[in-house]
Each structure stands twice: as structure tokens, then as C-alpha cells.
């Protein structure tokens, strides 16, 4: 908000230097307020690091400041995915831990002694400053006036608007974190490059284009906008060799420093999600050599030039892609691609992908809940952009329907919309003010001018064709006109402000591995489950023991306990997920073996019932049956989860393969003893649970975290008297049972 | 880099003074005549046959005669239009091509083995390839009006720091 006000000032500046001293005091100012609306979670609860792929990214990171770069370009990870293990620095993106270790190292030759947490934590915030200002450079990119006030606008909505704070609030350490500045500035760097058709520009967009690609995967999504920009550009007859040497140098050099990741390495002359650029970029040379050719003869035999020479291009180019896909040079389309076009095939196909809830398609609230007053000027901000069609204006119309379809099709992907809708509201909003503030005065100065020389200020502002403007009215009568307008203006800003101001506080400032709820007197009551019971298995067990649980923990187990696991986020190898499902869902019978196999001494689940938390494993349970039954539709079947009446139930109704699954009884193992007899309650899922908990025979209780959120079970060993477990379990009952309740007693739960 | 925009810049002045000698002194009848003439005399000996030919001969006659005058018009124009650097440049484009062809043909015979030794040389000559027809479109006096910010020493510099890049990728892929 401060920039608008201080914008009217900033015209008023009489000399060019007030002005850049008042841009660059704006956004500092910008930049600022984008960083302290993200510390929310910092001051709330603590420095720490968020969520689940957030601790890899950690974890990766601390390995490279200890062992140095080197090494962590050939980092093999005995310790994911026991026991196949993961080549981990030829599988992830290194952009983030790099640029986190190359801070690091800057901060300690300057003497500065900080912790690589505390860089990691705060990493989001400050990049999301500098995405700010990509924005407000973007942007300035799109007006043909020196007034700035359509870039500041931008680069406030970029700072503070809830789509983009989502992923980037202190602590979520996550690739996004860093991508986002990347994918705008690359954007930047495009249009300066296409504008001057310099080579120098363009090479820079290929660095910063291979900055994002050591980044996030999403860098996809720039290796197709901007052939897609080129392409339409010569559709619609605007070749122009400027085009040539920007997308060419882009390409050549781009291409080539996507390629020195080892993760991409030859992905990009092989998959068909590259293929596009690569296209573009020989159609491009034929365009060139076809106005060259133009340029040197007559028209009409330009024309036969042209018919046979397409007509030959086209032939051996198909000729070429049909035995390139033949004999199978081009790799098909990749899974998660193919989702992106037909919502359901993920669902259908990959139940893994699916599973993921920020795959998910878009709810339409969520775009008026992150993007608020922005996304209905966005439609307006690209109409104007229609009105004086440059190139870089298509590249915005261009971006706006590419971003919105994807946006709609998976929530994640609202965050590459964002820049754009910041893009043209803050274009829609300027273009607002310039036509009722007349930009030429100052705000309070014009208001009295108003008056007395009504007719000057109607005649300038006639110039933005606006109907009311243009009639002749009275001096009055337009003062008010504009005073409402720009009020109402400033009102839908605040309200703005105020929107990002809550949701960012309400819905996106929770590390999610600290919980917070609200005790009967409004204190703030923290839940640390998590981190307790990581901390047990890292103090408790040996430093080589594996733990079993479903993937979404893994990377917590990794990172925070420092124990191998059997499979974790990074879901590269399905059947081993499919292995964890099925031992899962299966009886103990089936489920020991496969344990026994994979050396896994704890098993690791979550469990919300005591306190009604809804992200249990319980609740996710029916994506391990699905994944399972994936690779083994036999033994796995998801209808015997559910009882005849197609109900989910966990109570006294629970069909026999719930109840005899391993998740089943590692969940509800003891948990009536914390109830009176009969009572006892699952909070979740609102259902009362059978008198008779369920036995467990290889599998004993180790710890149990204070809110019973987490739960760890000991995988016993074979049986001394080589009895099978179920009946020594059954022995011990019978024989022991007196001593068992007297060393058990009845649970309490702990209070403090 | 410092010394090679050095050189390039010192040479660039006097290179240009030789190539419009040379290009004076060698075509010096045709070149005073030919900026009009070149655009005239052309169309009309294309013109004058075209028609005549369409009238007597069968269609296929017309349409190969017409297409030997366009790559005709086509290599004349080349060779009275273009100066005496630019050719200089065409020819490395020229090299450009025959090594690259030569990669492909070698990939596709022998087999791609060493495939990262094989992707870095023939990237190396297609993007040398390309970085040298932006020079050459940038340094094109026709093109003058798309590039008001690009001026010829620019363009090389440009070109020499794109290079630069583009073969420490390729030397660093290369493995």
C-alpha cells in the first residue's frame, strides 16, 4: 500500500534522481515486507525446518558443507531405501543446497559465524525479496511509460501474495523456494533478450535457465512457455531476426547447461517434454533462411522457393520423427506428464502420483483464497495487454493461458501462475490509477487544481478513452468520480493486505512437524510428538537400525533421527513402496517375512485418534492397499477393506482383512487400556472401538510418544524354542498374564 | 577475452576499409551498377522468360527452369550483396555444417557410444553455428534497424562471451 501513495509522490519528484531514490527506497521497503510476513512461523513457534522433503533438502545440504562439493556430486546413500540404497547426487536437484552452502561459506569468510539451519530456515524469506524485485523488473519490461507504478505494484503483490508465501514461509527449505525467482528472472531475461535481440541477454537467460534447472523440475515449464512464445510470435507474422538470435542463443546455450546435471543429464534430446524447443529452434533456422531468401529475390519466385523447400523440409522431418518414435530413439511422454492432460489417468495408472495430495486438481476457492482481488484483475490486466499487442505482451498472454490451465489441473502449479497474475493485476491496477489520479500531478495538488481548472484535468485524462471521462462534464462531478474510484481502489488494497496478512498467518505458517492447538483459555498448547519420538529412536536404538514406515515419514526419519529407512519422498522405486504397503496391509503371518527380509528392526506409524489427528496413517491406509495391490492384485485387494456395504469402518465392524492388517493392530495395539472398559474412542474417525484391542505376536510395543501420535513397534527375533510367534505369543499369554498386567498397569495418559 | 576484443576492435575498423577496397576494386564496374541493377535486371530476365516458357513448354519444363532461376538469382545476389567479412563468416558457418554433418554421420554409423562426447561436439558446432548467423544478422547493415542497441563491436564481444560459455559447457560435458 505504501507504494501506491508513495508512487503519486514518486511523479512529483521533480528531478530523475528523487524518483530512482524513491523506487529504490519502495522496494527495499517491498522487499521487506515480503520478509517479514514470512516470518510468521519463525516467531510463533521456532527456527526450524518444515513439512517433509524440506529435511532431505536439510539433510543433503549438511552433507555438503561437511564433505564439500565433491563428494556430494557422488553421494551414495546407504542409508534410504535399505537395502537398494539411492544414488543420491545423481537424482536431485542441487540448485537449492548449493546456493545454501555457497552462503554459508560467504558468511564465514566474512567472519560472520552462522548455523547452516538458520541459513537454510530463512532462505525462502530472503529469496522471496529478490522474487520481488524480478517482478517489478518484469513488469517494467511491459509499460511503455517511465512511471514505475505498474512494476511496484507487481513487486508488492509478488512479496505478500498467498500463492507464492505457500511455499515459501521461513523454514519450508524446498526447491520452490529458490525457483520461483529463477523462473521470473528467467522471464525477465527473455523479454530484455527478445527486445534487443542481444546475444548477451540471451546468454544470460540460458544461465539463469540453467540455475533453474539445477533447481526444480518445474523448469519444464519454461523449456515449453518460451518455444510456445516463439512459436506463436511467427504465427502470427511477428518473425523478426531478433527473434532468431534471442531464442537461438537461449537454446543452444540453455540446453547445454541443463545438460550438466546429472538428473537431466540426456533428457533433454530424448523425452518428448523437450522436444517442443528443440522443434522450435529448426523451425526458427528455416525462418531465417527463408527471409533471408526473400530479402534476395523477387516475390514471385520466392513463392515456388518457398513451396518446394517446405515441401521438402516437411517431408524429411516427418520421415525423421516417425523412425525417431519407431524405433524408440524419443521416449513417450512420462506419467506425470500424461496427468497433466487427462486429470483421471494418474488415478487410474499411477496410484503413487495420485496420492499426493498437492497433485490434486485445483478446488476453485483455493484461487480466490491464495490469489484474492488478483485474480479478478487478471483477466482485465490481459485485455490491456491486448491493447497495444507488443511482443513481449503475447509472451504475457501466452503465459496467462498456459499458467491458468495447469493451475487448474494441479494445486501445485498455482504457484507458476502466480507471477503472472501479479504481472497483469498490477497492470489492470495501474492503468486504474493513471487514468483517475492523472499521474502527471501530485495526488493532493490535484485536488485542489480539481476545482479550479476542471476542464485541464478532464482533457488529459480523455486520453485514456474512458467513456465518463470523455464527456464533457463538470468540474465537480469529476472530482468525485475519481475520488470514488481511487477510494474504492485503496480500499480493495488494504483488504488486500489484510487477506495475505491472515492466510498467511492462518493457513500457511505451520511447520507441520510442531503441531499447535488452542487449550480452553486461548493459550497456545504446542504438540511435539514428532520430534519426540524421533529423538527416542535416535538416543535409544543403534545407529544402524532400520525403521519401517510409509514414505511420507521417511524423510523426517532421515533427517531428524538419523536412521535408515526403507523408503522415503523421494518415490523413485514403486515396488519397494508396494513392498512397505503390503506388509502393511497384510496379516502379521505375511507381513514378518517380508520384515525379515529387508533387516527392518522398528516399525515406525502414525496415529491421530487420541487427539483427533486427521493425517494419520489410518487415514492414508487405503493408498498403501491401493499401491499394494498395484504390484500384487492377488494377495492385496482394497474391497476387503471395505465392509460389504462399501463403508471404511475401523470399529467392531471392521471387515477381517482390516482387522487382521498389521497397520490395523500396530494403531490400535493398547489403546483401550487408556479407557474405561468400553469406552474407549477413536476421535478421528468418530467411531468407538471393539472392548477387545487387537494382539500382536511379532511385534512388541517400544515407545509410544506422549499424544500417541507416533507409535514404535519392535520387530521381535526369531523364537528361541524355534515355536512360530503366534503360539509363543499365545504361551506367554496364557502363562504370564498375571506378571504382564502387573508390569503394564493400566495407561495414563501423561499430563504436563 | 580482454586481448581478443582488443584485437577485434582494432581490426574491425581496418578489415572493414580492406573489404570495401577489395570489394570496390574487385567488382568495381558491376558494384557501382549493381545495387539498382542487381534489382532490376534480375526480375526482368526472370520475368521475360518465365512467360514464354510457360506458353511453349509443358508445365514440369517451366516449373524446373524457374527453379534453376531462382538458386541463379539466388547465388548472384549472394555473391554481389554480401561483403567480404560476412563471406569470411559464411564460410566458418559452412565449416560449421561439414563438421557437424560429419558427427552425425559418424553417430549414426559407428554408433552413439560415447554419447556424451558425441552430444558436446555436435552441440559445440551447432551452437557455434548459430551464435555466428546471430553475428552475422546482427552485423548485417540491412538488419540495422532491428538492433538499435547492438552495435558491431557489441555484437562481437557478444559473440566471443556466448562462445566462451558455450565451450566450457562442451569441454565440461564432454567427459
Redesign the interface.
Request: aromatic share 12%.
Given at each position: 500500500m505504501s507504494a501506491n501513495s508513495l508512487e503519486a509522490l514518486a511523479s512529483a519528484g521533480k528531478g530523475a534522481n528523487t524518483r530512482t531514490l524513491l523506487r529504490v527506497v519502495i522496494l527495499c521497503l517491498i522487499a521487506g515486507a515480503a520478509v517479514a510476513s514470512r516470518l510468521f512461523s519463525v516467531i510463533r513457534f521456532e527456527s526450524i525446518i518444515h513439512e517433509f522433503d524440506p529435511w532431505f533438502n536439510f539433510r543433503a545440504t549438511k552433507y555438503l558443507v561437511a564433505n564439500g562439493f565433491y563428494k556430494f556430486w557422488d553421494w551414495f546413500d546407504d542409508r534410504t531405501w535399505h537395502p537398494l540404497g539411492r544414488v543420491t547426487g545423481g537424482t536431485l536437484y542441487p540448485g537449492l543446497m548449493v546456493t545454501s552452502g555457497v552462503i554459508y561459506h560467504a558468511l564465514r569468510t566474512l567472519t560472520i559465524p552462522v548455523d547452516i539451519r538458520n541459513i537454510c530456515v530463512l532462505l525462502a524469506p530472503a529469496f522471496s525479496g529478490l522474487t520481488a524485485f524480478a517482478a517489478y523488473l518484469l513488469t517494467n519490461e511491459m509499460t511503455t511509460t517511465d512511471s514505475a507504478s505498474a512494476g511496484l505494484l507487481a513487486a508488492l503483490f509478488m512479496g505478500i501474495t498467498p500463492g507464492y508465501i505457500s511455499r515459501s514461509v521461513a523454514g519450508s527449505y524446498d526447491n520452490e523456494a529458490i525457483a520461483i525467482f529463477l523462473l521470473v528472472f528467467t522471464f525477465y531475461l527473455w523479454i530484455k533478450a527478445l527486445k534487443?535481440?542481444?546475444?548477451?541477454w540471451?546468454?544470460m537467460c540460458?544461465?539463469f535457465y540453467g540455475y533453474m534447472v539445477a533447481s526444480w523440475g518445474g523448469y519444464a515449464f519454461i523449456t515449453c512457455l518460451l518455444p510456445l512464445h516463439a512459436f506463436v510470435l511467427i504465427c502470427m507474422g511477428r518473425y523478426?531476426?531478433?527473434l532468431?538470435?534471442a531464442y537461438?542463443?537461449w537454446?543452444?546455450?540453455g540446453?547445454?547447461?541443463s545438460?550438466?546435471i546429472p538428473f537431466v543429464g540426456?533428457l533433454p534430446?530424448k523425452t518428448s517434454e523437450h522436444m517442443p524447443a528443440l522443434g522450435i529452434f529448426g523451425f526458427l533456422?528455416l525462418v531465417?533462411f527463408l527471409s533471408y531468401?526473400r530479402?534476395?529475390?523477387?516475390g514471385?519466385?520466392?513463392q515456388?522457393?518457398l513451396w518446394?523447400f517446405a515441401g521438402g523440409t516437411f517431408a524429411v522431418a516427418l520421415a525423421g520423427l516417425v523412425i525417431a518414435t519407431s524405433v524408440g530413439i524419443i521416449a513417450p511422454w512420462g506419467g506425470r506428464f500424461y496427468s497433466l492432460w487427462d486429470t483421471s489417468y494418474a488415478k487410474i495408472h499411477i496410484p503413487i502420483i495420485a496420492s499426493v495430495s498437492e497433485h490434486q486438481p485445483t478446488a476453485w476457492p483455493a484461487f480466490f483464497f491464495d490469489l484474492n482481488l488478483l485474480i479478478w484483475l487478471f483477466p482485465a490486466g490481459v485485455y490491456l495487454c491486448f491493447q497495444n499487442l507488443a511482443d513481449e505482451h503475447v509472451f504475457i498472454v501466452v503465459y496467462a493461458l498456459f499458467g491458468s490451465y495447469f493451475a487448474g489441473v494441479m494445486v501445485r502449479l498455482m504457484l507458476t501462475l502466480t507471477p503472472v497474475v501479479c504481472v497483469a493485476a498490477a497492470l489492470a491496477i495501474s492503468s486504474v490509477l493513471d487514468t483517475y489520479l492523472v499521474a502527471k500531478a501530485p495526488a493532493p495538488p490535484q485536488d485542489l487544481n480539481a476545482e479550479e481548472a476542471s476542464e485541464a484535468p478532464a482533457k488529459k485524462a480523455s486520453k485514456g478513452g474512458l467513456k465518463s471521462t470523455s464527456k464533457p462534464v463538470v468540474g465537480v462531478y469529476s472530482y468525485i468520480s475519481k475520488g470514488v474510484v481511487v477510494a474504492a481502489m485503496t480500499i480493495y488494497l488494504l483488504l488486500f493486505v489484510l487477506h495475505c496478512t491472515w492466510v498467511t498467518s492462518n493457513a500457511y505458517s505451520s511447520p507441520s512437524v510442531v503441531l499447535a492447538s488452542k487449550m480452553p483459555d486461548g493459550s497456545q498448547h504446542i504438540i511435539d510428538d514428532y520430534r519426540e519420538a524421533y529423538q527416542w529412536l535416535r538416543q535409544n536404538t543403534r545407529e544402524d537400525a532400520k525403521i519401517m514406515s510409509w514414505w511420507d515419514y521417511g524423510y523426517q526419519i532421515g533427517g531428524m533421527a538419523d536412521r535408515p529407512t526403507l523408503v522415503d519422498n523421494n518415490t523413485w522405486n514403486n515396488t519397494h513402496i508396494a513392498t512397505v504397503g503390503k506388509a502393511m496391509s497384510s496379516r502379521e503371518e505375511v507381513s514378518y517375512p517380508i520384515m525379515r527380509q529387508h533387516e527392518v528392526d522398528y516399525v515406525l506409524v502414525v496415529f491421530g485418534a487420541l487427539l483427533g489427528y486427521s493425517g494419520d496413517d489410518i487415514n492414508k491406509f487405503l493408498w498403501m492397499v491401493r499401491i499394494a495391490e498395484g504390484i500384487w492384485p492377488d494377495e492385496i485387494k482394497e474391497r476387503e477393506f471395505f465392509t460389504p456395504r462399501g463403508e471404511y469402518r475401523v470399529d467392531g465392524e471392521a471387515t477381517e482383512a482390516m482387522k487382521n492388517s498389521l497397520m490395523y493392530k500396530m494403531s490400535y495395539y493398547n489403546y483401550n487400556a487408556l479407557f474405561p472398559p468400553g469406552q474407549a474412542q477413536d476421535r478421528v474417525r468418530g467411531a468407538r472401538l471393539p472392548d477387545v484391542g487387537p494382539t500382536l505376536d511379532t511385534l512388541e510395543e517400544a515407545y509410544t510418544s506422549e499424544n500417541w501420535i507416533i507409535r514404535i513397534y519392535k520387530v521381535k527375533d526369531l523364537d528361541n524354542l524355534g515355536r512360530d510367534h503366534s503360539s509363543a505369543a499365545a504361551f506367554e499369554r496364557g502363562h504370564k498374564k498375571k506378571k504382564a498386567t502387573k508390569k503394564r498397569g493400566p495407561r495414563v495418559l501423561r499430563v504436563e | 577475452m580482454a586481448k581478443n576484443r582488443n584485437a577485434a576492435r582494432e581490426t574491425t575498423p581496418s578489415a572493414a576499409a580492406t573489404t570495401q577496397a577489395s570489394s570496390t576494386s574487385t567488382s568495381s564496374k558491376p558494384a557501382s551498377a549493381a545495387p539498382p541493377a542487381s534489382a532490376a535486371t534480375p526480375v526482368a530476365t526472370a520475368k521475360s522468360p518465365s512467360p514464354l516458357a510457360a506458353t511453349t513448354s509443358s508445365n514440369a519444363a517451366k516449373h524446373n527452369n524457374s527453379w534453376e532461376q531462382v538458386v541463379q538469382n539466388i547465388a548472384s545476389h549472394y555473391i554481389k550483396e554480401t561483403p567480404q567479412r560476412t563471406k569470411l563468416l559464411d564460410a566458418f558457418m559452412a565449416f560449421l555444417v561439414a563438421v557437424g554433418a560429419l558427427q552425425f554421420l559418424y553417430c549414426v554409423l559407428a554408433g552413439n557410444y560415447p554419447f556424451n562426447a558425441f552430444l558436446s561436439g555436435f552441440s559445440a558446432t551447432v551452437g557455434q553455428f548459430v551464435l555466428t548467423a546471430a553475428l552475422r544478422i546482427q552485423t548485417t547493415e540491412a538488419n540495422k534497424s532491428d538492433f538499435p542497441a547492438v552495435s558491431p563491436e557489441r555484437a562481437f564481444a557478444d559473440f566471443v562471451f556466448c562462445s566462451l560459455i558455450l565451450h566450457f559447457f562442451c569441454v565440461n560435458f564432454i567427459n
Open positions: 534487443q535481440g542481444s546475444m548477451l540471451g546468454a540460458a544461465l523478426s531476426s531478433r532468431y538470435v537461438c542463443t537454446y543452444a546455450l540446453t547445454l547447461a545438460m550438466q540426456f534430446v533456422q531465417a531468401v530479402s534476395a529475390i523477387p514471385r519466385q520466392y515456388t522457393f518446394l | -
